[in-house]
């Protein structure tokens, strides 16, 4: 799977490949918004331009899917190498920096242990279902067979 190092954090955490970039670090635990996107973010809209990360080194972008229609207008003024987390999908392992508007303090040292540590370049599909559990999946339509329904088991066949 696809590793996003967290720079600043010094994290590594894996993701499939296509999953959003924001949601994976709001999964994690990871910090992306400085104080005014905490206080009010549009929820992965691509509207507040509060969740910039800074993708490292520059030219590794391609890890991201393209920059979208959103990004192009909303980060007009901002380095080629930011993006917004909830609008970039990741596609292989990749660096990234939160908060690269709260500046580069403290940060080279951190930058430089990341650049140090090779990345694995992460696979580009989903990985297969285990072939025991595509198998072992009872058929709904045999008498007595169960399934699942808004969390309750209940018959599917009856013959009474
Ligand atoms: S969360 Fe608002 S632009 Fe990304």
Redo the contacts with the bound molecule.
Sequence with gaps: MPVIRFVREGRDVECYPGENL?EVALREGIELYGLK?KLG???????????FVDVVPAGSAVALSPRTGVEER?LIRRPQTWR????ALVEHSVLVVTRPQAGEAGLAPLLAGALARPLPPGPTAWPEPPAAEADSSPDENEPGATREVAGSDIASATSD
């Design positions: 924001r996107g973010n549009c929820g992965g809209c691509g509207q507040c331009i509060t969740c909303k917004l987390a909830c609008q």
